[in-house]
């Protein structure tokens, strides 16, 4: 019975510690969306809304952000985009999903014909 005892609190141990440190951190996945030249006001607005609604819903997906660039007035600024994207994925394995997944094709596909450059960072969060 003292052996039996003892595995039961080995095994809840060992679930509990897979199942808190499961996924890790939340993963922060930052875009810098470059457009080209011509870009209507009207376009923008449409990628923003479209954006916004498409990558919302890929699983592990937290939190969406996409706007326009806000300031560019320092020097440390990164100046050559004009559209920042901010998803918060629910931990690195999002990463693996959320590139081929349909609804991040479909958005890169109805979006190429307005995108110049794109550049990416991730980063954990806390």
């Known amino acids: 019975m003292k052996n039996l005892n003892i595995a039961l609190v080995?095994?809840?141990?060992f679930l509990f510690s897979a199942s808190a440190f499961?996924?890790?951190p939340p993963v922060y996945h930052i875009?810098?969306?470059g457009l080209k030249e011509g870009v209507t006001p009207e376009q923008?607005?449409?990628c923003i809304i479209v954006s916004q609604a498409l990558i919302s819903?890929?699983?592990g997906v937290l939190e969406v952000s996409i706007n326009k660039k806000a300031l560019?007035?320092?020097d440390i600024h990164i100046k050559d985009y004009d559209l920042g994207l901010c998803v918060k994925w629910e931990n690195i394995e999002?990463?693996?999903?959320y590139g081929p997944h349909i609804l991040h094709k479909t958005w890169y596909k109805l979006h190429k014909p307005l995108i110049e450059s794109i550049k990416v960072i991730d980063f954990y969060g806390n």
Do not use: C, F, Q, S
């Open 94 to 97: 999002t990463g693996e999903v």
């Open 72 to 74: 560019d007035n320092r």
């Open 31 to 33: 875009g810098l969306i």
């Open 44 to 46: 923008i607005e449409e």
């Open 22 to 24: 499961a996924g890790g």
């Open 10 to 13: 080995l095994v809840t141990i």
């Open 57 to 59: 819903k890929i699983p």
